[in-house]
Every structure is written in structure tokens, then in C-alpha cells.
């Protein structure tokens, strides 16, 4: 049974950094594709990027690209995503899923999620 | 862009049938996956390839996808059925690739 373990709630102001982490038990985590999912207050669903730690391969939505950073520990099973720049509008909860990338690219496993309130 | 377009929301009595669609250019070309997600908590995979369920989903959750909706069916709702359902899409050439729709909250009357 794999568990994605996030870290705590963020209070970060704009124009700072965030860097958010997700351990990982069950199943080989170099194998995986972990992807971050992230959800505004009251919105829905947005991806942000994945990463494959075996091939050491991230993709990221245009929308985030040259602000976030996605990388990976494979010695401690933890990924990593870092969003720069922030700014208000990011405030909202983020989310790493592990992706199932065969041909039908689904989120089988969440973690429970990491508030992070961008505020002055 | 990909887009998916939920109904904002759906209302169904307790042990009635509840559908949720999710519409897209020919979505049926593609494998459609949902998310239930309850206030509060991550999302929980409830389907995917359209039609299968993890292990540990009930059989009261089934899915079909033809044409340009892909559909959610909740049967004998529950109360504890009431949440967020989302859908998702791989459109491998968009950006970006994966494509959620806007939700869908199911309330139980």
C-alpha cells in the first residue's frame, strides 16, 4: 500500500518561495511519476508538473513554467515542489499524487494535501 | 486547451441513481478517469479507464464514455455519497496535458 505523506501548512509573503515535500512509503518510489496537483480556495482541480525520479524526466504546465521546480531524494523517497514568485492567487492547497503513466495516466494515490497561504 | 465541462452541481434522494457527465471534444477517443472528493480531504480515485473500479470502490460507482460525455453513475446513493466528483483527461498533445474538469458537487437530499 503505497502513503504520500506531505509537510505542514505554509504562511509564505509574495514574492518569497515555497518548497513543500512528500514522502513516500510502499512501492519503489524511483519508479513512480509523482505529480503535483494543486486546489484555490472553493476552485477545482489544477496540475502543476510531474517528475519521474528513475529517468530524473519533469514536465510542467506552461502556466507554472520558470516558477516551479519539481525534483526528488530517492535515498529518503521524498519529492519536492518549489514555487517562486508567489503571489496571492496562490494561495491554495497542494497536493502530490503518484501517477499511473502507462497509457491511461491517472492519480491512484494522494497525499493529504499542504495548505500554503501566500499573504503580506 | 482540452476542456471538460461538469454541471456544477447535481441533487439526488438517498437509494436513487445520481449521473454525472463530463463533456469533451471527443472524449470518447479518450480514457476518462474520476475523483470523489469529500470536503476537507484529498481526492479519491473512484474510476478510471472510463469504466474500472479500484479495488475497495463499491459497485454502486460505474462509468461510460461515448461521443463527447463521459459519464459518472452513483447507484443507491448514500448520504455519505455527498462530495466533489472531478474528471480527468491525459490530452497528450495540450497543455497542459492533464485536463481536470471544473467538478461537479453532488448533494443528497
Known amino acids: 500500500q503505497v502513503q504520500l505523506v506531505q509537510s505542514g501548512a505554509e504562511v509564505k509573503k509574495p514574492g518569497s518561495s515555497v518548497k513543500v515535500s512528500c514522502k513516500a512509503s510502499g512501492g519503489t518510489f524511483s519508479s513512480y511519476t509523482i505529480s503535483w496537483v494543486r486546489q484555490a480556495p472553493g476552485q477545482g482541480l489544477e496540475w502543476m508538473g510531474r517528475l519521474l525520479p528513475i529517468l530524473n524526466m519533469t514536465n510542467y504546465a506552461q502556466k507554472f513554467q520558470g516558477r516551479v521546480t519539481i525534483t526528488a531524494d530517492t535515498s529518503t523517497s521524498t519529492a519536492y515542489m518549489e514555487l517562486s514568485s508567489l503571489r496571492s492567487e496562490d494561495t491554495a492547497v497542494y497536493y502530490c499524487?503518484?501517477?499511473?503513466?502507462?497509457?491511461?495516466?491517472?492519480?491512484?494515490?494522494w497525499g493529504q494535501g499542504t495548505l500554503v497561504t501566500v499573504s503580506s | 486547451s482540452y476542456v471538460l465541462t461538469q454541471p456544477p452541481s447535481v441533487s439526488v434522494a438517498p437509494g436513487q441513481t445520481a449521473w454525472i457527465t463530463c463533456g469533451g471534444d471527443n472524449i470518447g477517443g479518450k480514457s476518462v478517469h474520476w475523483y470523489q472528493q469529500r470536503p476537507g480531504q484529498a481526492p479519491l480515485l473512484v474510476v478510471y479507464d472510463n469504466s474500472a473500479r479500484p479495488s475497495g470502490i463499491p459497485e454502486r460507482f460505474s462509468g461510460s464514455n461515448s461521443g463527447d460525455t463521459a459519464t459518472l453513475t452513483l447507484s443507491r446513493v448514500e448520504a455519505g455519497d455527498e462530495a466533489d466528483y472531478y474528471c480527468q483527461v491525459w490530452h497528450n498533445s495540450g497543455d497542459p496535458p492533464v485536463v481536470f474538469g471544473g467538478g461537479t458537487k453532488l448533494t443528497v437530499l
Open positions: 499524487a503518484r501517477m499511473v503513466s502507462t497509457h491511461l495516466y491517472y492519480f491512484d494515490y
